[in-house]
């Protein structure tokens, strides 16, 4: 029960640890914690400076806490860069968070690797026996739980598992297993928001947004199932459904229109993502040449070179590839040079501010300067008023989407854009 390289014990010795504490306060349930913490960016310092590098780290690491921790706390390496703690005499919600606070101060100071020092930090994740279970497994998952939420804290974060994370994750679960459910029969919905000529208000193309609405739980935001579909591994099932379904509706579309489709981060990394969407447009026998597909900077910082591939996969068939949320990553810049795009969507977040922030609007101007020599083209989205509109005309920008030209609207209500307007009555909407 004892790790090779720190000497520390392991997760069976945790778990003895565990159940045997559980065992002596069967009579009188006084609380204890459990914790877990892993170091933040642990793997590239690993890969920089070498295994032996990484194995130093992890023995400085032990012997830091173990100082800092109680005399009757337990101290794991559990696997990796992961470890484990018991804590007989951390009673309440409120010692623990001191506890992470506290162990995250240990790692202030820089590791030495003899010619070199680095600085790391680490998350932690804690819970309490009985309220978060009474048995080792059930506590473990709520430890990793709360690292889990941690980690979306940003480095050197701590969080303990709390009444408001368990109602967070029995949300979660519910909505988990209505979201199978509602891919399996077919109910998640594609609506379509109008991309227009702002000049005169022309309908150049829709983007597919998903829209779903459960009988028992309502309408479920799609930044709450989106994000959810990819955690719980079942986003190309829900991609594949809604692309389907917009590609049928598109067929009805103007020939000259297009369909623009958001493919998600985690599909970036696949690399059967560009081959799965020729299969379903050849299945539903409809011009690539008509289809942009939408991905984002974060999208394609995971795993660059496979997200090159599917993108040269796509581009080759004549499908266009938009950088969609341009200014808001770290390194667009570096994107457009390093990635081929045929058009960029500047992020609302400039849009919206035209009119009241100088700097959004001499931003924008530098975004259009830079794209007309690099030949792409630009799409602002978020465009709410007339004045927003008028004022991106004025620097440039020709094409847009947003609530003051059409909100997301079903297959049914795109047909009727064009069905109950003759071709001169799109005037100008600015």
């Not at 599917?310 to 950088?323: F, H, P, Q």
Request: glycine share 8%; aromatic share 8%; hydrophobic share 40%.
């Amino acid at each position: 029960m004892t790790d090779p390289v720190t000497g520390l014990g392991n997760l069976r010795r945790m778990k003895v640890k565990t159940e045997k504490l559980i065992a002596s306060r069967a009579d009188d349930p006084a609380p204890f914690t459990v914790g877990v913490f892993d170091i933040d960016r642990f793997r590239p310092v690993n890969d920089l400076f070498g295994r032996k590098a990484g194995d130093e780290i992890l023995c400085q690491v032990a012997l830091r806490i173990s100082a800092a921790l109680p005399e009757d706390a337990t101290l794991v390496r559990i696997t990796g860069d992961t470890f484990g703690m018991v804590l007989p005499t951390c009673f309440f919600e409120k010692d623990a968070d001191r506890m992470g606070r506290l162990l995250s101060e240990v790692f202030a100071a820089p590791f030495d690797l003899g010619d070199r020092t680095v600085r790391m930090s680490a998350s932690f994740g804690f819970c309490q026996y009985p309220f978060a279970g009474n048995g080792f497994d059930e506590l473990f998952d709520k430890c990793e739980s709360a690292l889990y939420q941690a980690r979306k804290g940003g480095v050197g974060s701590v969080q303990v598992y709390t009444h408001q994370m368990a109602e967070e994750m029995r949300r979660r679960t519910q909505i988990e297993q209505a979201l199978r459910k509602a891919i399996a029969a077919e109910e998640i919905e594609a609506h379509f928001q109008p991309i227009v000529d702002i000049r005169t208000g022309a309908i150049q193309g829709f983007e597919c947004l998903a829209r779903w609405t459960d009988p028992d739980l309502g309408p479920i935001s799609p930044g709450v199932f989106i994000p959810l579909a990819e955690q719980a591994n079942i986003i190309d099932s829900l991609t594949k459904l809604l692309f389907v379904k917009a590609l049928e509706t598109a067929k009805a579309w103007p020939s000259d229109v297009f369909l623009s489709f958001n493919l998600s981060s985690l599909q970036l990394m696949d690399p059967m993502t560009g081959l799965a969407v020729l299969a379903m447009l050849s299945k539903s026998d409809f011009n690539p040449r008509r289809v942009e597909i939408e991905i984002t900077e974060t999208g394609i910082m995971s795993d660059p070179e496979t997200a090159q591939r599917i993108i040269d996969e796509m581009r080759a068939v004549g499908i266009k590839v938009l950088l969609d949320d341009f200014g808001t990553g770290q390194s667009s810049l570096g994107r457009l040079r390093d990635f081929s795009f045929d058009k960029l969507k500047i992020d609302r977040s400039f849009v919206s501010s035209l009119g009241e922030d100088p700097q959004a609007e001499h931003i924008i101007s530098a975004i259009l300067y830079m794209c007309k020599a690099l030949k792409l083209d630009v799409i602002a989205e978020g465009i709410e008023t007339a004045e927003q509109a008028e004022k991106l005309v004025e620097l440039g920008c020709t094409t847009g989407q947003g609530f003051h030209f059409g909100r997301p609207a079903d297959a049914q209500t795109t047909l009727s854009y064009f069905r109950d307007a003759a071709p001169q009555s799109t005037a100008p909407l600015i």
